[in-house]
Nanobody, 115 residues
Framework: QVQLVESGGGSVQPGGSLRLSCAAS????????MGWYRQAPGNQRELVAV???????TLVDSVKGRFTISRDNAKNTVYLQMNSLKPEDTAVYYC?????????WGKGTLVTVSS
């Protein structure tokens, strides 16, 4: 059974940083492209960043230059380093495979950016 467990969220002021982690189990992690997704209140869940099985990253325009996605296949973990956070980054952040599999959604981790 695949489990994805997100952690690292919290409350920060604008301009602050957080590092999110997503630990995977029950899957051959290294063969999957992985994505970070987020869902802000009242909005649909959206893709934020993707990293291929080979480690090539892609980020959406709204977070380019501020967020970095990385992975450690030895630890079955994907990371999202978030710098220069803005209030509009406030959301619950989730990881999933890319393309996503609905049964893989975890509980997410809440990021709140507010002064």
């Amino acid at each position: 059974q695949v489990q994805l467990v997100e952690s690292g969220g919290g409350s920060v002021q604008p301009g602050g940083s957080l590092r999110l982690s997503c630990a995977a189990s029950g899957m051959i992690f290294s063969i999957y492209a992985m994505g970070w997704y987020r869902q802000a209140p009242g909005n649909q869940r959206e893709l934020v960043a993707v990293i291929t099985s080979g480690g090539s990253p892609t980020l959406v325009d709204s977070v380019k230059g501020r967020f970095t996605i990385s992975r450690d296949n030895a630890k079955n973990t994907v990371y999202l380093q978030m710098n220069s956070l803005k209030p509009e980054d406030t959301a619950v952040y989730y990881c999933n495979t890319m393309p996503l599999r609905r049964s893989y959604w975890g509980k997410g981790t809440l990021v709140t950016v507010s002064s």
